[in-house]
Structures are given as C-alpha cells and as structure tokens.
C-alpha cells in the first residue's frame, strides 16, 4: 500500500533517516520501534509531507507522495495522529471530526452565501457521519462536549474518530497509548484492532510499549541510528538481540 | 441630538472596523496591527474617485472594497508566512509604510494637507446630508456586516478558521490548506475595513492621514480585546463600551487639551485591566491568555 525506498534525511550534521526503505502492507498494522532519536518520527513526518527528504521515494497505492505539501498528502488518503495529544480544544467533539472530511462547499467563503442548500446537504451528511465515528470509539455522549473538557484518553478517542471521518485508508498512530492510564490502554489497542478488522484500514503505529507490539503487531521494523536494524514477525525482531540491547541494556 | 447621533455614527464604524479585525484576531488567531491601513485606504480610495473622477459614492465604494481585498491579497502572501509575534510585525510594518506612503505621495494623496471636499453620499435623487441620515446609512452598512460575519462564522469556512487558531498543524494534517484560509479571511477582512473607511471620509468631508495611524489600528484591537473575540457579540459590546468611555468625560468638565491624553490613558488602562482580569473580554469566546 505504501512503499519508501532509499529514504533520507539530514539535520545539519544528524543524519536523521540514513537510507531507509519501508513496505506497509494493506489492512495489517505494522510497527515502527527504537529507541528514542531512531528517527521514526522523522519516518512519519516524512510520509506525512512535514518534512522534505533529501533522497528517495514514496509510493501511495502506485502513486508517488515525493513533494506534496502536507494537507494534500492528507487527501490522499493517510492520516496522522501526533505524539502529543492535539485536539481543537475550544471545538466541539462533533465539531473535531466534521472538520476532518474535506470537499465541504461551505469551506470556501463563497459557498455558504451561493451554494447554501448543497452545503447544508453536506452538512447534514457530514454530521450524520461524525457522529457514527464518535460513538464508533465511544465517544457517542460526547458529541456537544468541548474538546479540551475530555480527558487525556478521551482526547486519544477523539483523534481516532478524526482519523476515521474522511475515508483515510492509511493510519499514522505515533505512540498512541503514551499518557494513557492502563485502564484505558486496553481499550485503545482494541479499537485499533476494530479499525483494522472492521473498517478495513492499514496501521502503521510507533510504539515504545513492547507487551503492545506484541499484541497488535503483524510486522515489525527496528530502527537505530537513522537506519532500519532489522524487521519481520514482532516475536522474531524482539528476540534479537539489538532490540533487547537498545530497550533493556543487556 | 446631534451629539448623540455622531456618537452613533462613529460606533457604528468602529463597529464594521471591529467585526471585520474579529474574523482575523478571534477566528484566525491573527493579531494583525495594520487594520487602520485597509479603513485609510479605503477611504482614500473613495474620497479620490468622488473627488477627482466625479464617482458616485454608491460606485466609488465597491471600488473601496475590491481596492482594499487585492491589497490584503498581496499583503497577506508574503505575511501569512510568518507566524505569531512575527506576523504582527508585519502587519506593523505594512500600517507605517501606507501611513507613510498617504502622507509623502502628496501628487495623489495630497500628503498632510488631505483631501477636502468629499461628496456626500446619493441614491436616486436622494442625498444623505445630515447626521441623522449617516447614522441610518452607517446602521444599514452595520446589519450588513453583522449579516454577512454571522453567516460567515456559522459555516464550515468559520469552522476551519477556529481549527487553525486552534491548532495549525492539525489542521494542516486533516487536509486543509491553511494558507488560503488566512488569505481569504485577511482579503474579507482587508475589503469589510474599506466599508467603514468610506463611510467616514464621506460623513466628516475631509480626511487626512492622521485619522489612519498606528494608533487607530491599537484602538480597533482594543475593542476587541475589551468586548472579547470569537464571537459577534464581543467587537459590538466592545465599540459601544470604548467609544462611550471617553464621551464621560465631557461631563468632567476636562479641559480639551488634557481630554484626548486622558482618553488614551483610558484606553492603555483598560487594555491592561482586561489582559491581567478578563483575557477573554467581557463577551469572548476566545481569549488572549
């Protein structure tokens, strides 16, 4: 579904991303690990048009990503969830995920003076819409709740529901369950499992937290230094031995 | 009376000046400073065309507005690049340089000397002359703003708007362009600015560039900061509260020379006042905090 070949990536002097090739599979979550500076940020800043490479290229279903800007990279189909939790705090949750689908006529400022009645249409299927996702991740009560009211784990919710709004095929989940009480981890995991059997979607995940590679994971790539270590079954990578150096010492 | 409706008249214009920098400061997140340049441009735009090419006022000010929108256009391109204290900058930057410009192009502009003698207003035979008649007209290009700003911050457009005050990448990374969006709004903003700036130069006959400094853009913001952003209610709460202020201190029997220090006094005070008490202003949705 998304291929990277020979990807790279300097800061100053940093090589940040050192010749990396990635494949992410259709409807499977595959997994970026390492420790921390490994570059699998810079990864997902690359494939989400943040940051320019220096050399390489990306495929998206065929099509090459190199030098979109972000928010058409963002209509192609992938979406990104940060590190940091971001919400539009003082929105609504149903206002958060409306404004995830795009093509809505009532965002040129022309629309909602000429065109009203198509975007009232839109509107009306827009919200339908939103609020499906919401209670899709549990958040069905939440709808008229501002943002910033909702609880660091609720937040996480939130950002799933936008994630899933506007048909994005591909996920980006940077270290989705980081700040999140482990009550709620369980149920994070759960609804990424949901959105790949049930919805069809492709995960790419950074996770720091091995016992959750182990449970969601079909495909594993360890990164080091910029470069990619090693990859394969998530048992097969974490058993060798430069994982275990990099996240336990021994 | 006619005190009273001048009083009218000239809220009314703040209050088009505050609703079209509302739509920049509480839906964009975008502290522009250069508010008082669109509002002399587009009175120079008009009072030039009514004066030297005969325009009615009526012709004279869509002129105003598309002169004031194309403006913002090229103001905003090479701007909007620049984020927070850095964007204001430029906007600073772009309120001296059109001051400058209104004050030295003295073949055009007339320079300090200012342009005497605007018309006033005509419609079908009908000529708003007295103070009474600017405050209905300057009342019918207010309900127009407030019309035009509700409908605008309702949609999905002022939707997107409050995303990017909220969080810009987010935005970007749910597909918007954000760029275009803060273009846009600086070009509705820039050209609504044109509205009240014609309306004033034909309502007082004359302007200079003095009535379109550095000063009049802190002031237009001070509305805003005091009636709160975000919403409709704030700038219009805030015109009437900021221009009503002042006023009282005519029956403190306030020497004139010493009036106009106090009333700016007044005005760094309540700035202030409302930063450390109410970020928000009185009616805000959005605060500066």
Known sequence: MLELNNINKRFGGLKAVDDVSLYFTERKISALIGPNGAGKTTIFNIISGFIRPDGGTMLFRSKPLDGLPAWKVASTGIGRMFQDNRVFGKLTCLENVLLAKNGNPGESPL??????????????????????????????????????????????????????ADGRELLL???????VNP??????????????????????IIEHNMSVILEIADFVYFMDDGRVETFGAPKDVLADERVREAYTGL | MNYVLHILVMIEIYLILGLSLNLLLGYGGLFSLAHAAFYGVGAYISALLMVNFGFNFFLALPVAVIGCMLLAL?????????????????TLAFQTLVFTILYNWVPVTRGPYGVSGIPQPQLAGFKVAEVWQFAILGAVFAAAAVALFRKLYASPYGRVLKAIRDDEL???????????FKVTAFMISGGVAALPGALFAAYVSYIDPTSFTLDESIFVVTLIVVGGAGNLKGPIIGAFIVLLIPECLRFLNIPDTVAPNVRQIIYGALIVMMMRLRPRGIMGDYGFD
Do not use: H
Request: overall charge positive; hydrophobic content about 45%; glycine content about 10%.
């Open chain 1, 111 to 164: 629309g909602p003076f000429f065109s009203s009645g198509k975007v009232r249409d839109f509107e009306r299927r827009n919200a339908e819409e939103a609020s499906k996702w919401l209670a899709f991740v549990g958040l069905g009560d939440k709808k008229y709740a501002p943002a910033e009211n909702l609880s660091y784990g609720q937040q996480k919710l939130l950002s799933f529901a936008r994630l899933m």
């Open chain 2, 74 to 90: 090229l103001v905003a391109l090479p701007s909007l690049r620049l984020k927070g204290d850095y964007f204001m900058l430029a």
């Open chain 2, 170 to 180: 987010l935005a970007v990374s749910l597909g918007k362009n954000t760029t275009r």
């Open chain 1, 173 to 179: 989940l940077d270290e989705p369950t980081a700040g």
């Open chain 1, 183 to 204: 009550a709620m981890i369980g149920e994070i995991l759960a609804l990424i499992k949901k959105i790949v059997k049930e919805a069809g979607k492709t995960v790419v």
